[in-house]
């Protein structure tokens, strides 16, 4: 349940060819720590290019996070995405419903996030493919400390035990 479909370094290495051969037309992501810092509203310009592409190819991006829809909403205002707000991850009840909502088929969407036991674990309970980006930035909110000390020890097994584990520069970039 702890184990991504793939690990890349960031969001952005996801290229529109590779997710329209893998019939992909959502994008479920985590907000902190995978789209921007944590601890702040501040994008970089590649973010912002990056979203415009999956825009124009039709690919809808949907934030999925723990924060409030204010908090959410305040951070990607004039970002082209959907929010999910107050998911409660890593339980996957909010993503499922959101899915059966909006009739979107789970084969199509890939949930991209930076923790494993929140994101990569919901993810792959719902039923999604996932990804797992590293961090944005090196510090985490306390609360998120805790899950990575826990994470860490099961990141090491599972890179132990498969060698497609690793982080990779895209989609495509597998043993």
């Known amino acids: 349940?702890?184990?991504?479909?793939?690990?890349?370094?960031r969001i952005t290495d996801l290229e529109v060819s590779d997710l329209k051969e893998m019939n992909i037309t959502t994008i479920m992501t985590d907000l902190d720590n995978t789209l921007l810092p944590w601890n702040s509203n501040?994008?970089?310009?590649?973010?912002?290019?990056?979203?415009n592409r999956m825009n124009r190819a039709n690919i809808e991006v949907m934030i999925v996070s723990n924060n409030s829809y204010e908090r959410v909403e305040?951070?990607?205002?004039?970002?082209?995405?959907?929010i999910v707000a107050r998911?409660?991850?890593p339980l996957p009840f909010a993503i499922i419903h959101h899915l059966m909502e909006q009739k979107i088929d789970p084969s199509s969407?890939?949930?991209?996030?930076?923790?494993?036991?929140?994101?990569?674990?919901?993810?792959?309970?719902?039923?999604?493919?996932?990804?797992?980006?590293?961090?944005?930035?090196?510090?985490?909110?306390?609360?998120?400390?805790?899950?990575?000390?826990f994470e860490r020890p099961i990141l090491n097994f599972i890179q132990k035990h498969d060698s497609n584990m690793y982080w990779k520069d895209s989609l495509n970039d597998r043993d």
């Open 1 to 9: 349940m702890f184990k991504p479909y793939v690990m890349l370094n």
């Open 42 to 51: 501040k994008y970089e310009l590649t973010l912002r290019k990056w979203l």
């Open 74 to 82: 305040k951070a990607v205002t004039d970002l082209p995405v959907t």
């Open 87 to 89: 998911a409660a991850k």
């Open 109 to 149: 969407v890939l949930f991209v996030g930076d923790q494993v036991m929140t994101d990569v674990l919901a993810g792959n309970m719902a039923g999604l493919k996932t990804v797992l980006v590293k961090p944005i930035v090196k510090t985490d909110a306390k609360k998120t400390r805790v899950n990575r000390f």
